[in-house]
């Protein structure tokens, strides 16, 4: 095809691009307007509410920091061909395993060493439960979608049972609720407002995934065997190997990320921690097509939405949850434009 | 698809002196039809006619136009000038149904059978009489009857998955027949059948044209040309440059250079004799149990040495597929061992394999070598990064190494920075054959070379591989071309039901002879001498394609 031509395909696509999303807004305007709000309103109230005002858009780059590295946690395993549904779960261990670390250190050692060591333990935990489903797919062939999916369900009922039972704290109000983390290992705040660390944390390893993806070894043989693992077989790739190492990078991706989010703004182990973050964070990666720079876009994007349920529900009377649904008409309007381009997905 | 852009200046049209007659009468009249699909024009302007009893040839090279040219005839494809005649009035074949209601009937080189149902169901669901109530008995008494007629035998209660590929195309034949076509297209009809089913095939095609049956029959073997054809019409870049010539009145060389549109040397054997080297490449007691629809190995042994080629023959699904694959390394044998210049490999380690100097053209490159959304210096990367045993891949080098093997080897490949799942068939195996034939190891493993290739890399394809023999790399080869395997090998091992049926001298081997092998047949068998009916060569269909010019 002439350059020229593929120009004015690449201008059409992106005018088509344009128009599902503009449709996709205009449908939830009518979702909106059927639930009795006023859809101007609600749209000032959800852009307002998260990106306008200095501590809400603070709120709204804290929370996607889970959401981010969870989806980059099905970022690396998809580029390998692989399914990771475990976001959420991996997410939880994190924050498990940084709850154990850092409330049992408390106060010992300084900030720095207790941060390291809840990091570590956070991305360990994540790794491990992320190669636990890789395991079960390279030594059993037992499909890592269904595996990590119901790993979610594990994780989050050994946090409970940890946290109504063992870990529960003895001074707190009666609820299911951990030892909050003690001042200095909390992660520190950038420049007096209420970002922390996390943040640049998690734009340095999104740096890092893009420079690994795209020009190591590592990363092209990933994209060898998630394009054709036969043909990866056949150039004698350790496929298993490699299947197994997208796997625990994964995990400990989205390890980190709850141990981030732990130890940076929730501070104590208590249910819904994740906020289902790790679900939003899978359909992120989708929406980002694997890329990271995409799909640490997404992420802040949904984390946006998330948040405007919030300010809907005080000012417009709407129920929080109707942002789910223009969460669900994003994702889903990419859809319809693959279905006229073969290849690729969203 | 094969779609070719049109060339600058058209080539001149050799017209049949009896043309202007034959417009009359024509059973069939294709008038003017151009078709184009964006700005590419994969017909343009092509005319011929086809007459009631008789078979006229439509031949050309892959990528000639003759795949849509038959769907525009079978209203598969709307042209976009241009008509089709059938008897004196103008047809307008808007869908496949339309063509059949008209009497179009088409048989194509991928039968569209239902392989779960059975033979009657088949031709009741085709034919359209699978409305309210189902007749099974009346159905199958009329596939008796037809079947009869014109002498294509079929178990109309069998399951067609349990047929093999010769009786698939009789029962897509009676389907066709059975709804009443008075032009008959077969398109490539013989690619999959063993010599004899050919002949069998043939047969019913006489029949056929003495009953009137006009018939197109798409191909590119000059054999069948001979053997059936009564009209020849050459299409190349989607034009016709052959129109209705009498078959009796064009010679072979004329056909394929108006196909190739240069004139085509063929090669000749030299068979050096003189026997091989040491042997590189051995397997000895091969079992593999078959997958899918293949028949697997049971028991094979068989030498290659340095400086031979030795060629498997076989009809799709007698193991040849396996043996490639345990003799590179892909896949596990369930007993017996290869050895790489006497060293017993590490089974299912292929980059074992290629450490050992074991290079392969792979059976089917969609499936085993090409990377969705990788280009052809990624692929090259790849390619040398295996059996380094290093996750490492250098692609801007591998990019110039690419380059000057395609240059050495005489092959034009596709730019380095081109998406290789973005590519045609044909440049798909290019880049293949650079790589694999590029590296000169000392042993090749190489699967169907020519196929989707243009006459000339055809033939310089088996030129390299005969370059290979006199390096003394030892080569197998694997074809359903016996024509070339004939051409290039210094013995033949033809496979029947996953055994070697035996081993034959390439320079003193006959077609007949090793079509009678492949049938499973012994080698010196008299006719009915306990052969094995050939309900067990069911095959994968292999779409081998390449001009005989002989």
């Known amino acids: 095809m002439p350059a020229r031509l593929r120009r004015f395909d690449g201008w059409r696509r992106l005018c088509a691009a344009l128009l599902v999303y503009l449709g996709a807004l205009a449908l939830f305007s009518v979702v909106v307007a059927l639930k009795g709000g006023n859809p101007f309103s609600v749209w000032s109230t959800m852009v307002r509410s998260t990106v306008l005002a200095g501590p809400t858009l603070q709120e709204t780059l804290l929370r996607a920091v889970p959401i981010a590295l969870a989806a980059l946690a099905v970022a690396v395993p998809a580029r390998a061909g692989l399914v990771n549904v475990g976001g959420e779960g991996q997410l939880i261990v994190g924050a498990v395993a940084a709850t154990g670390a850092g409330v049992a250190i408390g106060a010992s050692v300084p900030g720095p060493v207790s941060w390291l060591v809840m990091a570590v333990a956070g991305a360990g935990a994540g790794a491990a439960w992320a190669g636990l489903a890789g395991l079960l797919r390279t030594a059993l062939g037992a499909n890592e979608a269904v595996t990590t999916l119901l790993l979610n369900f594990v994780a989050n009922d050994i946090m ?62 990933l994209r060898v065997v998630g394009g054709n693992p036969e043909a990866a077989r056949r150039s004698g790739l350790p496929v298993r190997r490699l299947l197994l190492s997208s796997m625990l990078v994964g995990g400990a991706l989205a390890g980190l990320g709850g141990m981030l989010n732990f130890a940076g703004l929730e501070l104590r182990l208590r249910p819904d921690i994740t906020l289902s973050f790790g ?68 | 698809m094969p779609v070719t852009s049109m060339p600058v200046t ?9 043309t202007a007659a034959a417009v009359t009468d024509a059973l069939l009249w294709v008038d003017g039809v151009t078709k184009r699909f964006g700005s590419l024009v994969a017909n343009h302007r092509v005319s011929f006619h086809v007459h009631a009893g008789e078979v006229h040839a439509l031949l050309g090279e892959n990528g000639a136009g003759k795949s849509t040219l038959v769907k525009v005839l079978y209203g598969v494809h709307r042209a976009d000038e241009g008509r089709v005649v059938l008897d004196g009035v103008a047809a307008h074949v808007s869908s496949p149904a339309r063509a059949r209601d008209l009497g179009l009937g088409m048989v194509f080189q991928d039968l569209r059978l239902v392989p779960a149902l059975t033979v009657w169901e088949n031709i009741a669901l085709h034919a359209g009489r699978a409305g309210r109530l189902l007749r099974p008995r009346r159905i199958q008494a009329e596939i008796a009857e037809v079947a009869d007629r014109w002498g294509l035998a079929v178990d109309p209660a069998a399951r067609v998955a349990d047929l093999s590929i ?138 290659v040495g340095a400086g031979e080629i030795v060629g498997v023959a076989g009809v799709a699904g007698n193991g040849q597929r396996e043996l490639a694959d345990v003799a590179v390394g892909a896949a596990r044998p369930d007993a017996g061992a290869v050895l790489v210049d006497g060293e017993t490999m590490p089974a299912n380690d292929p980059a074992a394999f290629r450490r050992a100097g074991v290079c392969s053209v792979l059976a089917d490159p969609l499936r085993e070598f090409v990377v969705p959304g990788l280009t052809v210096a990624e692929h090259a990367a790849l390619w040398s990064s295996a059996g380094t045993g290093r996750i490492h891949f250098d692609v801007a080098a591998a990019a110039g190494r690419v380059a000057d093997a395609a240059a050495w080897a005489g092959l034009s490949i596709a730019a380095p920075d081109r998406r290789l799942d973005q590519l045609s068939g044909g440049n798909i195996q290019r880049v293949l054959l650079t790589l694999a034939l590029g590296e000169r190891s000392p042993v090749l493993v190489v699967s169907y070379p020519t196929r989707g290739l243009d006459v000339l890399t055809a033939e310089t394809t088996r030129r390299l591989l005969l370059d290979a023999r006199g390096r003394g790399q030892a080569v197998l080869l694997v074809s359903e071309d016996l024509d070339e395997l004939l051409a290039v090998s210094d013995r033949i091992a033809v496979l029947a039901h996953g055994r070697v049926a035996g081993i034959v001298d390439a320079a003193g081997a006959d077609r007949r002879q090793l079509g009678r092998l492949m049938t499973g047949a012994p080698a010196d068998g008299a006719p009915g001498d306990g052969a094995p009916d050939d309900g067990g060569v069911t095959g994968r269909r292999m779409t081998g394609r390449r001009v005989t010019g002989e």
């Open chain 2, 166 to 303: 010769g009786e698939r195309q009789r029962v897509e034949l009676l389907k066709v027949l059975m709804s009443g076509a008075r032009v008959l297209i077969l398109d490539e009809p013989t690619s999959v059948l063993t010599p004899a089913e050919v002949d069998a095939l043939f047969d019913v095609v006489g029949r056929l044209r003495a009953d009137g049956v006009g018939i197109v029959i798409i191909t590119h073997k000059m054999r069948e040309v001979r053997t059936i054809a009564d009209r020849v019409t050459v299409l190349r870049g989607g034009q016709v440059v052959v129109a209705d010539r009498l078959a009796a009145d064009i010679s072979d060389e004329d056909l394929v250079t108006a196909m190739v549109g240069t004139t085509v040397e063929a090669i000749g054997n030299t068979h050096a004799g003189g026997g091989a080297g040491r042997p590189l490449l051995q397997v000895r007691g091969l079992h593999v149990r078959g997958a899918g629809e293949g028949s697997g190995l049971r028991g094979i042994d068989l030498g």
């Open chain 2, 10 to 18: 058209s080539p001149p049209v050799q017209t049949g002196t009896d």
């Open chain 1, 160 to 221: 409970l049972y940890l946290i109504y039972q063992l870990w529960k704290d003895p001074k707190g109000s009666g609820q299911p609720e951990s030892r909050p983390l003690v001042h200095a290992a909390q992660l520190p705040r950038l420049w007096g407002s209420q970002l922390n660390i996390a943040v640049l944390v998690t734009v340095a390893v999104a740096a890092a995934m893009w420079w690994l993806l795209r020009h190591t070894g590592w990363g092209f043989a």
């Open chain 1, 279 to 346: 679900y939003i964070a899978f359909l992120a990666s989708w929406l980002g097509r694997h890329q990271p720079v995409k799909v640490v876009g997404a992420a802040l994007l949904f984390s946006a939405i998330a948040l405007s349920g919030n300010g809907l529900q005080l000012t417009d009377g709407l129920d929080g949850s109707i942002v789910d649904v223009l969460l669900a008409l994003i994702v889903a309007a990419p859809l319809v434009l693959t279905k006229r381009r073969r290849g690729a997905f969203l």
